[in-house]
């Protein structure tokens, strides 16, 4: 498996907290993603990096920011949580055009 | 607008039996595709991927797919079920550039 986690797994949060999800890769791949996975749209991308202080916006990216401080991290921050943010959060891994690989997720709850 | 679909949302299929999972795309021209499966509370796994070359494409859990350029589709097939491949499957597609699309996926249930 690529070496990817997310932390934290779980969080439950309230609305209007600031909150910040990180993906940490061991595989120095160029490329990271975050998606968030939603029942019946599939997983739609929100951020991407491809490269250290490169990023750019995807298809669902309001609300949210991102930072690429170092190739094996890549942060995603939600500055002010809403329940609309409330998802299965992924982050993704790739060199190049080839495929991605995923972590394992993150669940996060906005009340 | 670039997109994947996945018109079934739910099947099930007896364990033993043969699985076929359908999957259009619309792009302008032939992307790449793959298909991914994501077991309850898991990250999402690569199956199989198409880039070029052989229309059937074998992939892992044996897992198959199959491109029609004439049909936009690139459905996944495997002969003979088994329990464990009860699962949410996404099919996915990729233009220039990076980004991925993915379609809404379809549930497997599997019956014993």
């Known amino acids: 498996d690529a070496g990817i986690t997310q932390s934290p797994r779980h969080k439950v949060t309230e609305t209007g907290t600031p909150v910040t999800l990180r993906c940490h890769q061991t595989?120095?791949?160029?490329?990271m993603y975050w998606y968030r996975q939603d029942p019946g749209h599939g997983l739609r991308l929100i951020h991407y990096?491809?490269?250290?202080?490169?990023?750019d916006k995807g298809e669902v990216s309001d609300g949210y920011s991102v930072s690429r401080s170092k190739t094996e991290d890549f942060l995603l921050t939600l500055e002010s949580a809403t329940s609309s943010q409330t998802s299965v959060y992924f982050c993704?891994?790739?060199?190049?055009?080839?495929?991605?690989?995923f972590g394992p997720g993150t669940r996060l709850t906005v009340l | 607008a670039q997109s994947v679909t996945q018109p079934d949302i739910h099947i099930t299929v007896s364990e033993g039996a043969s699985l076929e999972l359908r999957c259009n795309y619309s792009y302008g021209a032939t992307p790449y595709l793959f298909w991914y499966v994501q077991s309850p509370g898991q990250g999402l796994q690569l199956l199989l991927k198409?880039?070029?070359?052989?229309?059937l494409v074998q992939g892992i859990k044996g897992f198959e797919a199959e491109f029609k350029r004439s049909q936009s589709s690139f459905n996944l097939r495997k002969p003979s079920v088994h329990w464990s491949d009860a699962a949410e499957y996404f099919c996915a597609a990729k233009a220039a550039g990076n980004k991925l699309t993915f379609g809404g996926g379809t549930r497997v249930l599997v019956k014993p």
């Open positions: 595989e120095n791949h160029r490329y």
């Open positions: 198409y880039f070029s070359g052989d229309t």
């Open positions: 990096s491809y490269g250290v202080k490169d990023t």
């Open positions: 993704a891994i790739s060199e190049g055009p080839n495929e991605q690989f």
